[in-house]
């Protein structure tokens, strides 16, 4: 048990270290502080203090196809590598577990996505508070410190924009999005060793995801009067595949709606149970595969 | 529970590969019986495609036998008691590159166990046996191949296994390379440690092995000490010094008298390799 | 092969538990959307294009009604009313759950537009441009209020039609109405409590005038100078006094007070 922890750690300290070697994830990250400066594009119009919400959709947007772009190719280039030049050969004729490379990988994947997260929320958040001190410091300037009425309110507007706490909240589901992603991208290099393949179809569910709520509905209602072909096709999608719509809150929050902690952390377990699950399944396929 | 006689022990050993899209099989192994004792340097001999690789993989557990069974101290190939015993030095080793030699050893060191300061003692203890302490520190991308090679016996060794897989240990590698590695197998084998390498390069395995098989198409064609298989019957060769022409002459029509037949009036030769090690060490 | 079937088995399993598991999020989600049409309507998905469908699908939402918001300022600059009114309709029904898009697509049609076909360079006789320029305040404040219908809980947007109502349409009772249903939401701006106040009198209905300013003064015990600007209610009801001739004795503000 603690031999597994050890070799698992061992093994996701290794795929992070490589993974930051890699010359695609800095052409990301640049492509993605880009993006974000852009986000300060809109500070030109005049949005009376509401293009925050303009500044972090574009934000959002960004981090996410970028993050995605990391979920996805993590996995789909590192795992093949391993086969490709033959280092897992090295790695299992040690008495290294299969299931510990998955989770060892998993792991130091995940590792990888969370601090490009949190370095370009980090950026972000930066761009966005010091265009909420420039937007405070030209009222103060311009009413020579005493602000009138209607400017402390938009002051306090500015604020409540800037400083929201919710963004962490949408920034964590964002980050459990990407999670799932990587799960999956990494159940399909268990699967072939061809990036291209693994690429699309991890990409084919996160689209599917997307949708799977609706086949889903459809599946469970009553009286939908499909034919077997179409139910066996909809309870095929709705047990598979995950249901990518249910991060879709991070909608709501950005669109400045309160959504409880409470929300969030139960869609946290669903990630949670879907990455254990995906795991294990990974696992066993991995272990029936020969090398 | 006493340890059985052999390191490793295989019967009817069969792989055959369904290749992916024409469904076609392919007999990569065909009824292999092996057994290696320990203590033994067992050589794989066989061209490429003879199924070399494919025995050492099914010993390491990393692909599963079609038929048959093969044991590695008694236990079943690939389970992970097995693999607390045996080392392996992968053909062509490939490591990270931008890790040292350093670095790369202790990875491999955690996944055989070793932490702390018993890990950090081992790794170094590794990198003197295999002469790359000099190198320990510098990137594997700046190695050599044998360089490479030294490292990956040296992961190989790290958890002091008794069964050591080497495929193709030479391949690639100068002679003033080959040399060491031939020499570290040696201080192995006077270690106790059973060897079993692959190869393609007869010569090599002539100065090492105690015992081959040769492989051919998946069968096993021959199996023996290389005495048995070397050593030509029912002729025997002198070596003298100090033969005339005229005594040589004598010597042959003695010979004819006495019934003997002549073959061959040879002059021996160095062997390249050990003529080129004594130029380089120069 | 056993493992595969085992691998299989737990896939299932998982599946069939999941569903129930998904459900329950989609009925929370459902929850803090109150009012938000789910799934998208059909008609959304013929108003955009493929493409457009899938990142909306994809979560980037708030990006597209952001582009679409973008181009509805270039046809706003360019005068052409109609696409601005379209577009605006793209981004509520986008993102109906920010004020922004209503808030601002109102003040589009009811301001700009209406202004703009009154005063513009339109042909067409004053009727008919005083019936274009009615037209365009009355599409503004159907957003208004169908945004209200959608994030009713948000002082914003009663807020705007009160402005509306005041500015627009000079209907100043109902104004006053909107100002004082804005007052009841959390976080509305205090000025609106006056704003109630000039309104009543603008209708010129004195008396609740007076009765609000009266009440709004009693609902506080505290009146140290602040953002309720006591100064301007004072002045008001004592103004007021003088209007409805309030005999001195019934006055508000007695001498003995001060």
Redesign the interface.
Known sequence: MKNSLCHILAIAGNTFTEAIRQKVLYVLTVFCLIMLGGSSFYTQ?D?HG?EF??M???A??AI?VIGLLVALLGAAMLIPAELEKRTIYTLLSKPVRKFEFIVGKYLGLTLLLTLFMALMAGIFMLVMWSHESSLTNDIMATSQGRPT??Q??QINEFRAGAYDPAMWQALTLVWA?LCLVTVISVFFSTLASSTVFIVSCTLFVY?IG?????A??FW?APESGASWLTTVFLAAI???I???????????I????R??WL?TR??LL?TG??TV?AL??SS??F??REL | MNEPDFAVSAANLTKTFTLEWTRKRLLALDGLDLRVRRGEVFGLLGPNGSGKSTTLKLLLGLIRPTTGQARVFGQEAGSLASRRRLGFLPENPYFPGFLSGREVLNYYGKLVDLHGQRLRARVEELLELVSLQPAAGRALKTYSKGMLQRVGLAQALLHDPDLLLLDEPTAGVDPVGSRQIRDLILALKKRGKTIIFSSHLLEQVQEVADRVIILHRGKKIQEGTLDELLSVQGQRQVTVSGLTPELQEQLVAWLQNAGAELIAVTQPKQQLEDYFIRAVSK | ?K??L??LA???I???G??G??????A??KV??VGQDL?MSYQLRDSLGQGFT?AA???????A??SL?LSL?GAWQEQEWERVAALAEMCVLL?P????FWD?GAWNLAWNASVAVEHGPVKGGLDRRKHDARMWIEAGKDLLERGIRVIPEKPILYQRLGDLYWRRLGNYEQAAECYKEALQRPKA???LERFVGFMLEKAEQDREAYEYWRHLWQSFKEHGVD?H?WDVVKEHIQKLEITLAIPTEQQFFQPADH
């Open positions: 119009f949005f509401d919400k303009f972090k959709d574009l959002y947007a996410s009425e209607l402390l309110q999005k689209l997307h949708l799977q709520s609706v889903r509905d469970l709705s047990l598979l995950p249901d990518f719509q249910t991060f879709n809150l991070i909608d709501e950005i669109g400045g709606n959504v409880l929300n139960h869609i669903y149970g879907y699950i294990g399944v066993l396929l272990e029936s | 092969m493992l595969r085992l691998a737990l896939i299932v998982w599946g069939a999941k569903v598991w998904e459900n329950r999020l989609a929370e989600r803090v959307m799934p899938m699908l994809g979560g980037f939402r708030g990006l009604a952001d918001w300022t993102q759950r920010v004020a922004f601002m701006p205090l000025y953002q600007r």
